[in-house]
C-alpha cells in the first residue's frame, strides 16, 4: 500500500496498527485507573507505556523507511548501548584509548553490514578489533591488569555491537515471492523478543513459584520461563506471514527465541549483580538503561538472522 | 550580539554535543529557573564540570554566571583567555594577587554584589576521580558576607573518567550532572556552613549511588 508516496506492505501496515491499537488500549486503561487510584505501581505503569509508546515509533521508523536509515538509527542505538556499558564497567584509565576505538568500531561494522560485505562483516569484531584491541592495550605499556581489559572489552564489543548488528543484514534477504520485505523480518523479531520479556515476567507473577536461577535474578521463574517460552512460539506461528517461513518453521524460530532471549537477559542480569547494580542507566523512564531493554534482543538478533537463512536455503 | 551568539552555540552545539555524544544526563535542574541569583558549589574532576554545568543552566541565567577558575593556569595565553570569558564568563583569580589590586575574596564578592552568579570549586583543583578531597574556605567567607545569596549543591558524577586531569582524550562515557536545592547558609560560622555545604554535596553523590544501587534482591 502506498502511504504519501512511500510503499508499505500491507501486513507491516497491519501489524503497526496492531502494535500502536495495543499501546492505545493500553495507555487509556492506566491512564483511566492512574485517574482514580495514584499509587506507585500504577504510575510506573503509565511511565513504562510512555516508553514503550517511543519504542514503537523508533521501530516503525526502522522497519519502514529506507535501509540507510534504518541503519543509523540501529548504529546510535548499538552505540548508546556499548557507551552504558563501558560506563558500568570499572576499567584502567590506560584503557580510554582503546574506548575510542571501539566506538570506531560501530560505523565500520554497520557500514560493512549495510553494504552486505559478508566475510568482512563476519570477521571485523571477532577477528580484526579482537587483535586491535589487544595490540593498543600492549602499546600503551600499562601491563598491571592488563589481561582483564583485554578480556572485558572485545566480549562487550562482540555483545552490543558485533550481535545487534547483524539486524542491519535482514536488509539484504532476498526471498523470492516475499514481499513483506526486511520490515517485516525486524518486526518479528522484535515483537517475539519483546512479546518473550513480557510474558515470561507475568506467568512468573502469575503462577510463578519455583526460581529458576535465584541467584541471578528473584523474578525469574521456571513457570514463567516455560509460559514464555510456549507463548513465544505461538505467536511465532501468529506471526509468520510476516516471514517467508511457514508455520512449522516459524513456531521453531518462536521458540528459540524464546529460549535466547532468556539467556540474553540472564547474561546482562549476571553482569549486573556481579556490579552490584539494579539498572545500567535511567536512559528510559520507567525501564532503566538501552541496556536493560535490549538484554534479550542483542542475543535473539544473530539467532534469528541464521535460522532464517538456514531455513530459507534448506 | 554576544550574549545570542554564546546562548546559540550552547543550545544548538554543545549541549546535543554533551547529551547525545558524550552522554551527560542533568537531573533536577528546574529550581534553576526560580534562582534568581545563586552560587554553584560542585565536586571537581575535569574540564568538562565547567562546560556541562553551563550548558544546564538556562540561557537568561547563563549570561548572568561567572565561573571561577585559575588564572595561573588559564591565564598564561591570551587566546584561552578570551575563550574563557566568551563562553564562561570567567573570572580568573591567582593566587598571588598583585599589590594594589582587589584581594579574589574582595574580587567575587563585589561581582556578587553585582548581581552576578558563581560557579566555584571548593576543592581548588581537579582531584582523583570520585574522591571529593577537602573543601577551601573561600565559599563559606562569601555565603557570610552576602546572606541573601542562596548556595546551589552540585554533584558531578563521571566527568573524572571522561576528560581525566592531564589528558588530551575526551572518552564518551555516561555521566550525571546532579543539581540539588538552593540553599541559605543556617550560621555566621565559617567552619560549619563549609561543613553544610559539604554535606550537601555528599547526599546528592549518597543520592546518585542510590538510584543506581537500589535493586530489589529479596
Known amino acids: 500500500m502506498d502511504i504519501f508516496g512511500y510503499y508499505i506492505p500491507i501486513e507491516l501496515l497491519f501489524i503497526l496498527c496492531v502494535i500502536f491499537g495495543v499501546l492505545i488500549i493500553c495507555s487509556s486503561i492506566f491512564g483511566f485507573i492512574s485517574l482514580m487510584n495514584k499509587s506507585d505501581s500504577v504510575s510506573e505503569l503509565v511511565v513504562r507505556t510512555n516508553s514503550w509508546w517511543k519504542i514503537a515509533i523508533g521501530i516503525t521508523v526502522v522497519a519502514t523507511a529506507p535501509a540507510i536509515i534504518g541503519t543509523i538509527v540501529l548504529a546510535y542505538v548499538v552505540f548508546v548501548a556499548l557507551r552504558e556499558m563501558l560506563s558500568i564497567i570499572p576499567l584502567r584509565t590506560a584503557d580510554r584509548i582503546v574506548l575510542v576505538a571501539s566506538y570506531f568500531a560501530i560505523p565500520i561494522q554497520f557500514y560493512l553490514a549495510y553494504k552486505n560485505y559478508y566475510y568482512l562483516f563476519q570477521i571485523f569484531i571477532p577477528l580484526v578489533m579482537f587483535v586491535c584491541v589487544s595490540i593498543i592495550l600492549v602499546l600503551t605499556g600499562e601491563t598491571n591488569r592488563i589481561g582483564r581489559s583485554m578480556a572485558i572489552i572485545p566480549t562487550i564489543l562482540i555483545l552490543t555491537v558485533y550481535m545487534p548488528s547483524h539486524m542491519v543484514l535482514l536488509f539484504h534477504v532476498n526471498v523470492p515471492e516475499f514481499t513483506v520485505g526486511a520490515g517485516g523480518l525486524i518486526v518479528f523479531l522484535i515483537i517475539i523478543t519483546a512479546s518473550n520479556d513480557i510474558f515470561q515476567f507475568t506467568w512468573g507473577k502469575l503462577l510463578g513459584k519455583r526460581k529458576i536461577l535465584p541467584k541471578i535474578s528473584p523474578n525469574k521463574t521456571w513457570a514463567g520461563f516455560i509460559g514464555g517460552v510456549i507463548t513465544s512460539s505461538l505467536l511465532g506461528i501468529v506471526l509468520s506471514f510476516l516471514t517467508p517461513l511457514n508455520y512449522i518453521e516459524s513456531f521453531y524460530v518462536g521458540l528459540s527465541l524464546g529460549i535466547i532471549g532468556f539467556v540474553g537477559d540472564s547474561i546482562i542480569s549476571a553482569v549486573k549483580r556481579d556490579l552490584k547494580i539494579k539498572d545500567t542507566d535511567d536512559l528510559i523512564p520507567g525501564h532503566g538503561g538501552a541496556m536493560d531493554r535490549l538484554d534479550s534482543i542483542v542475543l535473539t538478533t544473530p539467532a534469528f538472522y541464521y535460522l532464517l537463512i538456514f531455513f530459507i536455503e534448506n | ?218
Open chain 2, 1 to 218: 550580539m554576544k550574549n545570542i551568539f554564546v546562548s546559540f552555540i550552547y543550545t544548538i552545539l554543545v549541549r546535543p554535543w554533551l547529551t547525545f555524544i558524550i552522554g551527560v544526563s542533568f537531573h533536577n535542574i528546574k529550581p534553576l529557573k526560580d534562582a534568581n541569583q545563586f552560587i554553584i558549589v560542585a565536586n571537581h574532576n575535569s574540564h568538562f564540570d565547567t562546560v556541562s554545568i553551563m550548558a544546564a543552566l538556562p540561557s537568561n541565567k547563563r549570561k548572568n554566571t561567572c565561573a571561577v577558575a585559575s588564572g595561573d593556569y588559564f591565564g598564561k595565553s591570551p587566546f584561552t583567555v578570551t575563550l574563557m570569558k566568551l563562553f564562561f564568563n570567567a573570572i580568573l583569580i591567582t593566587k598571588k594577587t598583585k599589590p594594589g589590586h582587589l584581594s579574589n575574596l574582595e574580587l567575587l564578592d563585589q561581582r556578587i554584589k553585582e548581581g552576578k552568579s558563581l560557579i566555584m570549586y571548593p576543592e581548588g583543583s581537579r582531584g582523583n576521580p570520585g574522591t571529593i578531597s577537602s573543601f577551601k574556605k573561600g565559599i563559606a567567607k562569601l555565603l557570610k558576607e552576602n546572606p541573601s545569596v542562596p548556595f546551589i549543591p552540585v554533584y558531578l558524577d563521571g566527568f573524572g573518567r571522561v576528560l581525566p586531569k592531564n589528558k588530551v582524550l575526551i572518552v564518551p562515557l555516561i555521566c550525571k550532572v546532579r543539581f540539588g536545592s538552593p540553599l541559605f547558609a543556617t550560621t555566621n560560622d565559617t567552619k560549619t556552613t563549609l561543613e553544610e555545604v559539604k554535606k550537601e554535596i555528599l547526599n546528592l553523590k549518597q543520592k546518585n549511588e542510590r538510584d543506581r544501587n537500589q535493586f530489589d534482591f529479596n
